[in-house]
Nanobody, 125 residues
Framework: QVQLLESGGGLVQAGASLRLSCGGL????????MGWFRQTPGKEREFVAA????????YYADSLKGRFTISRDNVKNTLDLQMISLKPEDTAVYYC??????????????????WGQGTQVTVSS
């Protein structure tokens, strides 16, 4: 069973930075687009960022541009999300996801096939 595993979540104060990482998929990692989503209780899972198979195309939710940076290392098979200037409203469970295509699909959870279990990010005011 294919699994993705996130790490790097935690409790930080507003204004801090945090880096999330995700690994998995084995040899397929370097062939597919990857994305980050987040979810808070009672709300739908929302798109954060996506990156194509080789990392030369990245996409962000408009509200997060400038604070979040997605990147990947296809040698180490890792996906990262660097978050700066964190705000309390960034508090959520963050999930990494893999698509079944090289270029990112439309930014909705239904378009991603493999998911991690999520990592909690809590930003205190």
């Amino acid at each position: 069973q294919v699994q993705l595993l996130e790490s790097g979540g935690g409790l930080v104060q507003a204004g801090a930075s945090l880096r999330l990482s995700c690994g998995g998929l084995g040899r397929s990692f370097g062939l597919v687009a990857m994305g980050w989503f987040r979810q808070t209780p009672g709300k739908e899972r929302e798109f954060v960022a996506a990156i194509n198979w080789n990392g030369d195309k990245v996409y962000y939710a408009d509200s997060l541009k400038g604070r979040f940076t997605i990147s990947r290392d296809n040698v180490k098979n890792t996906l990262d999300l660097q978050m700066i200037s964190l705000k309390p409203e960034d508090t959520a469970v963050y999930y990494c996801a893999a698509a079944l295509r090289a270029e990112p699909p439309p930014p909705a959870p239904i378009n991603y096939y493999y998911w991690g279990q999520g990592t909690q990010v809590t930003v205190s005011s």
